[in-house]
């Protein structure tokens, strides 16, 4: 028992740490104590947004599942970046792509599930993950959120358009969204009203496969703050903030990433048109 108070004390210390010095953080997307169990073995995965550190995270942790692997990115800013993650995904021994498109726009998003089927058989996952962060007092318009962030909204739509037509049909999507550790907190708001969003989406989406008579499950995952390497140019002063407000320890994105597996794999058959919420430990400032 003592141990275990100390360990405990000791993780505390660190996130606290973590979090006075997260200018530091260096955020990881895999470990080396994550041994696959070929939970997804010869499964096809789509991740869209994939440059962001919860899309890289689930690709490299489906790859160690034994799944190939479609990485979708926007801009070309993004492909050096994700050529890394290729190449440790090839050393896996699994196949994996990368695939340059805008999925908001519906004509688009057809001819990249198009490509993606001239190079797989089946397509079995898709992820649709990305992440909300904060919008600077920098930045002009009228919009509370970042026309990026608008546009990761409407791509999730035209997604459950036009995916379906071109998944195994016995298949999985997984809409997600997660929070930048360095958003400040009076975005948090916003956030709750994009999860609710997700939530009745996914919920919605279920029950539309259900009536179409369509063997697809669909589920979602939200998440608390995770570790971004973006740093936005005003950061938040967690020191300002009122002693007894309960926050969130920020977690790294190979984190969650167990939890995508489980929803990708068999073992989640029974859950559908739920939201998972990863709100990840708690602690007092």
Known sequence: MKNEL??????????????NSFMK????YTTESYNGTEKLLNKCAVVTASYNGVGKAVAIAFAKEGADVALIYNHQQYEKELKSVVKLIEKMGRKVWLFKAFTFDEYKCKRL?????????NIDILVNTFSISNKNDTEGG?????????LKIQSLFTLGKIAPDFMAKDGVIINSATLCAYAQPDQLIFYAALKAAIKTYTHEMNRMFSVAQKKLRINGITTGFIWSESLPNVLPSYNNLPSNIHSVTPMHPYEVAPLYVFVASAASHPIAGETLDAGGKMYKL
């Open 113 to 121: 599930f198009e490509n993606i089927s001239k190079k797989v058989k």
């Open 6 to 19: 100390q360990n405990n004390h000791h993780s505390s210390t660190t996130s606290l740490n973590e979090m």
């Open 25 to 28: 953080i260096t955020p990881k």
């Open 142 to 150: 009228h919009y509370l959120l970042r026309k990026n962030d608008t």
